[in-house]
């Protein structure tokens, strides 16, 4: 994915700023504002904020191309030049036998993609004239001279008094808000250029119990930090995150663009700073290491991960403990390693009807899994294979062994990372897997638990096993959910997030509620659970959120009761 012009930061003297689209910097030298007024004239904005291009007179888009094997299928792109619909497979063919053009509009989500880069792009003057349905009166129209700036004083001036808009439009985004009561902290966040993947995991943690009480209580200070006051680039990914919590909860519904953070995560994360689509679960592991490499800081003043301080092990981090019994001896040899999520395998041959009842083989064409099955899964007794031998410290020597997973600590936070992107380096391949899978909304942790395996495999002795697990930190309630849809190559992410009771769909820069049918039979990627003691106490609202004294948590918002 490509930028207009990235976020103006100083950059470390290692760190290389993706380089904007050239073919977007050419077009905008030739044509100017041209095809981004062509194109305001054609956007479409429901009620729900969603905005498409729609074509006069055309019911369903077709690709021009006449021998196009999609004519009518999948999603297809405006050029920006000549205005004709193309599939994917032509837009990327168009700028070939057209020269200079190159970029194209998204219809269905309105956002701008090069043909020759083979990438969507990010351009702050197209996303104004796109935000234009949404805030914009009647009249008002983009100018080739104007910068965004003008355009805002524009407003202004045609707007006197007036915060939220007089249109009709914005008067009925208002009153579908004041019927459906959207609750604090329900902010859309813009698309940048392929960055579904970011603003999905970002919903989910905006609304994950403690990690949000620790921001909103003011746990992070960013006029006071000292990395933004004394570093050479100024650049503290915490402050930033702390930003975009102030953001979301001022009040402000108007989508909100997370680019400062977007260019700080990419000083942490370098091998991952490109204009292209990643994977969501390794952008959420990424961020929590970068939020323990700024703040990260041991009980003791060490920096580490033991008994770590920072707000994302606070939050995230547990224990897994694995058993290595030897077949020869019974020797086990016993290991802990901290985690802060779950990777769990589809159970594709056996799913569970109800935890704690026998297993029930599926059809392997249209199985259906459960996660109470994956945890089963990953927690079941294995024999390793013979190329996978371990030393006996009793027997000395290499030995046939059974291993076996358990979870030692559980954490305030529970992420649940189901594994549907396979790679085989055999057959040098990859897929996905569209397997549906049934998560309950409360779940239960107990039966996993090392203790419970333990007691299990030793006849259910009454004598402890060293958990120290009660049964009321080991049950938890679903809090939100990222979902993956479309293919390895090509797909997007959306989140859903509960809040007091209600579920709503996080689609970048659109919030819509939903019913729970709609939630379970999404294509989840990542299930995020908290402590039912945390979220009983949370009260599904943010009534028990001390207020900080940086920011008004109660703010009145137009269109909210």
């Known amino acids: 994915m490509f930028q207009g012009n990235p976020p103006s930061s100083s950059a470390s003297s290692s760190y290389t700023n993706p380089q904007p689209c050239q073919h977007l910097a050419d077009y905008k030298f030739k044509h100017g504002f041209n095809g981004y007024k062509a194109i305001q004239k054609l956007l479409v904005t429901t009620p729900i904020g969603k905005t498409t291009v729609k074509k006069p007179n055309t019911k369903v888009p077709r690709c021009s191309y006449g021998d196009c094997k999609n004519a009518s299928e999948g999603r297809f792109y405006l050029c920006l030049i000549c205005s004709s619909f193309t599939c994917l497979d032509h837009t990327l063919l168009h ?71 007089l249109d009709l439009q914005r008067t009925k985004l208002r009153d579908l808000r004041e019927k459906s009561c959207y609750p604090m902290g329900l902010r859309g966040l813009n698309n940048l250029g392929s960055t579904c993947f970011m603003n999905s995991v970002l919903q989910a943690l905006l609304h994950a119990p403690p990690f949000r009480d620790y921001f909103l209580s003011g746990g992070h200070h960013s006029e006071t930090c000292s990395r933004r006051t004394t570093m050479a680039d100024r650049i503290c990914l915490i402050c930033d995150v702390n930003d975009i919590f102030s953001a979301v909860f001022s009040g402000d519904r108007n989508p909100y663009s997370p680019a400062q953070f977007l260019y700080s995560w990419w000083q942490h994360s370098a091998n991952l700073a490109s204009y292209e689509q990643q994977d969501a679960h390794e952008f959420f592991i990424s961020l929590l290491d970068a939020l323990h490499e700024t ?116 954490p ?123 979220y009983s106490k949370a009260g599904e609202d943010l009534s028990h959120v001390p207020k900080s004294p940086e920011r008004d948590l109660f703010l009145p918002i137009v269109g909210c009761c």
């Open 295 to 410: 703040g990260g800081k041991t009980k003791n003043g060490s920096r580490g991960h033991g008994d770590c301080e920072c707000i994302a092990h606070r939050v995230f981090s547990g224990l897994l403990r694995s058993d290595v019994t030897c077949m020869a001896c019974g020797f086990t040899s016993t290991t802990f390693d901290p985690c802060m999520d779950i990777s769990l395998d589809l159970d594709t041959n056996f799913s569970l009807a109800e935890k704690g009842k026998k297993l029930i083989k599926q059809n392997e064409e249209g199985s259906m899994s459960t996660l109470f099955g994956c945890l089963d899964l990953f927690t079941r007794l294995e024999k390793l294979g013979s190329d996978q031998k371990l030393y006996c410290q009793n027997c000395k020597e290499r030995q046939d062994s059974l291993k076996q997973m358990s979870i030692g600590k559980l």
């Open 95 to 165: 700028p070939q036998s057209n020269s200079g053009h190159d970029l194209f509009v998204d219809i269905e989500r309105a956002e701008l993609y090069c043909g020759v880069c083979s990438d969507q792009i990010y351009d702050p003057d197209f996303d104004q004239v796109v935000m234009s349905k949404h805030s914009f009166p009647k009249g008002f129209v983009v100018t080739e001279d104007e910068s965004i700036g003008q355009r805002l004083i524009k407003r202004r001036r045609m707007l006197p008094g007036v915060v939220f808009g």
């Open 412 to 534: 305030l936070v529970l992420s649940l990372h189901v594994k549907r992107f396979e790679h085989s380096f055999v057959k040098r391949s990859s897929r996905k897997i569209d397997q549906y899978l049934h998560f309950p909304f409360s779940l239960d942790m107990t039966p996993y638990l090392s203790s419970s395996i333990l007691r299990a495999r030793h006849g259910n002795r009454i004598f402890t096993f060293g958990g120290n697990e009660s049964d009321m930190f080991s049950k938890y309630e679903i809090f939100a959910v990222v979902t993956h849809s479309g293919t390895l190559e090509s797909g997007h992410y959306v989140s859903f997030v509960r809040l007091r009771r209600r579920w709503y769909r996080c689609d970048d820069a659109w919030i819509t509620e939903v019913d729970e049918a709609t939630v379970r039979a999404s294509q989840c990627y990542m299930i995020f659970y908290v402590q039912k003691t945390l």
